[in-house]
């Protein structure tokens, strides 16, 4: 079978939820991809359209009083097959991280020690945000988890989100502490 790029099979995957418009496949990756996985507005129609001209999906059109057309999509027998050959598949490499924190302590050595423990403060505040959205995105899930099939394994991917997160916290304290100690 052809291998196609992450972001096609992100779709097809999205394709098996109730998300079959590019709007609502927008929102999901907005709401829950979006979170470990990046995809641009940009990519999901020229990748619908990979995905309909390759027959993973068919895409049906409906008129809609006062508005444009409505294309939604449905995963076609060929594209269930591609999709579950790539989950299948072993992953082929760990990511690697582009932290732009990381980057800058790195070269810390020339910035003033307030600067760097801005930075730092301010890194730990925007995760321990992210950390409470985490924490209501996972409260929704379990609420309605009776009408998903795939909560259990959003939720293993968001506990994931949430342990890293929560690791990158204490890190942020870790180093704080260190460096106000003058390990700098």
Not at 114 to 141: A, P, W
Not at 149 to 158: G, H, R, V
Not at 161 to 170: F, L
Request: glycine share 6%; with cysteine; proline share 2%.
């Amino acid at each position: 079978m052809k291998k196609y790029n992450h972001t096609t099979y992100a779709i097809l995957g999205i394709l098996t939820t109730e998300c079959k418009s590019g709007y609502a496949i927008k929102q999901l990756i907005d709401q829950s991809l979006n979170h470990f996985w990046k995809i641009s507005y940009g990519q999901i129609y020229p990748t619908l359209k990979l995905i309909v001209e390759e027959e993973l999906a068919t895409v049906h059109i409906s008129s809609q009083e006062g508005k444009p057309d409505r294309k939604e999509y449905h995963l076609t027998q060929k594209g269930n097959i591609a999709l579950k050959e790539w989950l299948e598949k072993p992953v082929e490499q760990i990511p690697v991280e582009r932290n732009e924190i990381l980057l800058k302590l790195f070269f810390g050595r020339h910035r003033s020690k307030e600067n760097t423990l801005l930075h730092l403060r301010d890194y730990k505040r925007k995760l321990e945000e992210r950390f409470e959205t985490y924490s209501g995105i996972e409260q929704i899930i379990s609420t309605n988890k009776h009408d998903r099939e795939d909560a259990t394994y959003w939720l293993f991917t968001l506990d994931y989100g949430k342990r890293i997160t929560k690791a990158a916290i204490e890190w942020c304290g870790a180093t704080m502490e260190q460096f106000l100690k003058g390990g700098n």
